[in-house]
């Protein structure tokens, strides 16, 4: 297994192309300099101690020394033993909605941004603890399978969005069965599902499938986004002016938090519920309940040997500026006879 420290780092790759625009142009001026002085022949057999190939081979190992800079930088680590850790934690899977409703900006920047924001701060506090992700609208998806990979938790969370799913609704009871049965029957972890939706136009039995949670041991906590007033659900934009969704009376559709609902599914999940507010998107209070819970053994599969390999990537940049100091762009007294990077020039 391969991985990067500052892999973002390598777009510094791309001024390579640029150095050697400068370079060619640099050597353009020279030759027509050169030639202001007369015939190429003549004036290279004046100035003996001149090699053309000389700053070539310079700027080339120059490149090579830069690249292997960057290189360094990055630090790339490779993975050479996969073993078993032990580390004590709880399952949890978040249960995100991605319905058009949750666009709407009365917890702003928007609510489905500040449960990618909480969820990304939840994943920061996270040590041992095992997490899947549930997207849900119309109907519900596994995004992410459980595991400790807390990077790719939070990458993928920040790109959930409405697209993902075509039918647009609130199934939150689909999502909490869809859940369940994620969790990995034979970890004796404690298990958690934590659903972040408006609550807004859920179409099946959410408290039957928290209930039903609960019987097989699965926490089920709530958190409410959005405001009991609402906000109407932005469509796109027209100039400067954002559209909104409208009803078939082409009245604009205000979206509001259905609290009393997700009261209700978090009683029947033996959870909590919280509303989110601007400051506080809830997920804090949840897992400081959630961090009290015990917290089982278990063994997880992790590349336990890495390889740092900047400090070869180092060495190979020292040497290559070590050996642009020697060579020299004009021919030195030991080295006049010496015709390695030479061009003979006839002169007929």
Do not use: C
């Amino acid at each position: 297994m391969v991985e990067f420290d500052h892999l973002i780092l390598l777009v510094a790759l791309v001024l390579i192309p640029v150095f050697i625009l400068v370079f060619w142009l640099m050597l353009r001026w020279k030759k027509n300099a050169i030639q202001k002085f007369g015939d190429n022949t003549v004036v290279f057999r004046l100035i003996t101690d001149y090699s053309p190939a000389r700053p070539l081979v310079k700027f080339m190992v120059l490149m090579l020394a830069f690249t292997m800079l960057v290189f360094a930088v990055v630090n790339m680590k490779i993975g050479s033993k996969l073993g078993t850790a032990k580390r004590k934690g709880v399952d949890i899977i978040i249960a995100l909605d991605i319905s058009n409703s949750m666009l709407a900006q009365d917890i702003k920047p928007s609510r489905i941004v500040r449960s990618q924001m909480a969820i990304s701060k939840l994943v920061d506090k996270f040590e041992d603890d095992q997490i899947g992700i549930v997207v849900f609208a119309g109907k519900a998806q596994t995004l992410l399978p459980i595991t400790t990979d807390y990077a790719a938790a939070k990458l993928l969370a920040s790109e959930a969005n409405p697209e993902i799913i075509q039918a647009q609704g609130t199934a939150i009871g689909e999502a909490i069965n869809l859940a369940a049965v994620s969790f990995d029957k034979n970890s004796k972890n404690k298990k958690t599902i934590i659903v972040i939706s408006d609550g807004e136009n859920h179409e099946d039995d959410a408290i039957e499938a928290a209930r039903n949670a609960a019987k097989e041991e699965i926490l089920v906590y709530t958190i409410g986004i959005g405001s009991a007033s609402g906000a109407p659900i932005p469509t796109g934009t027209s100039g400067f002016n954002i559209e909104y969704k409208k009803d078939n009376s082409g009245n604009t559709v205000v979206t509001k938090l259905n609290e009393t609902m997700l009261q209700q599914v978090a009683a029947a999940g033996k959870g909590t519920y919280v509303r989110a507010t601007t400051n506080d998107a809830g997920l804090n209070k949840i897992f400081d309940e959630i961090n009290k819970l015990e917290k089982k053994e278990y063994e997880a599969k992790v590349f336990s040997e890495y390889h740092n390999t900047y400090i070869y990537f180092v060495a190979a940049a020292l040497i290559l500026l070590i050996l642009d100091l020697i060579i020299l762009e004009r021919k030195t007294r030991l080295t006049r006879n010496v015709h390695l990077f030479a061009k003979k020039h006839i002169i007929s």
